[in-house]
């Protein structure tokens, strides 16, 4: 069983639909959660960085983390084609140096 | 425009070869990741500097590869000798921190044939 896991889709939606994008981990420690974004042959950039539980807003995106459950999400409001990508979430322990542990990512394709 | 520059972006070699790549980092940051993306296994973290030290190859095939920071701004990736099963997207990162922010480079995709 992988640490983080990941539907990895595709998911497709109508252009303005409320996306929501999951994860699941196994590890207790991890402290620090992460969502990317990768564009088709592009590297991955960070989109959401939140710490411990609870919810983090920016603009469109909201990043959600529940430790009780050990799942976070992703959701994205007013979905544009532009958001059409694949999302990444990660999960890092803390305490001096831990691995950053990656989902395999879910694609996502908004239709316009 | 800062970014993490990665040469080449592609390469394609025969089984046995020795493969090159190489990475700027973002000026000032003072972490470097190598990443290996595959559509099985996904990102999967090879090797971490930290001021030029390495701090982390566990993730790392160690008979065939290796990685270093010659000076802050360069890092390399050393396959030799290549096998197919290397074929994938090799990303490196930085980052000014320990945390999982990470800049990432636009990859080098590799074919070993």
């Known amino acids: 069983q992988k640490e983080v896991e990941q539907d990895p889709g595709p998911l497709s939606v109508p252009e303005g639909a409320i996306v929501s994008l999951n994860c699941t981990y196994s590890n207790s420690a991890f402290q620090y959660f992460m969502w990317y974004r990768q564009y088709s042959r592009k590297g991955p950039e960070l989109l959401m960085y939140t710490y411990s539980s609870g919810n983090k807003e920016d603009g469109r995106f909201t990043a959600q983390v529940d430790k009780s459950s050990k799942y976070i999400s992703l959701f994205i409001r007013d979905s544009q084609p532009s958001d059409s990508a694949t999302y990444l979430c990660?999960?890092?322990?803390?305490?001096?140096?831990?691995?950053?542990?990656f989902g395999t990512g879910t694609k996502l394709q908004v239709i316009p | 425009d800062a970014r993490v520059t990665q040469t080449p972006r592609h390469k394609v070699t025969e089984m046995g070869q020795e493969v090159t790549m190489r990475c700027q980092p973002i000026l000032g940051h003072n972490t470097v990741f190598w990443y290996r993306q595959t559509m099985m296994q996904g990102l999967e973290l090879l090797a971490y500097?930290?001021?030029?030290?390495?701090?982390?190859d566990s993730g790392m095939p160690k008979d065939r590869f290796s990685a270093e920071m010659p000076d802050a701004t360069l890092a390399t990736l050393k396959i030799q000798p290549s096998e197919p099963r290397d074929s994938a997207v090799y990303f490196c990162a930085s980052g000014k921190e320990n945390r999982g922010q990470a800049f990432f480079g636009q990859g080098t995709r590799l074919t070993v044939v």
């Open positions: 500097f930290r001021n030029r030290a390495p701090l982390d």
């Open positions: 990660a999960t890092e322990g803390s305490g001096g140096y831990q691995k950053v542990t």
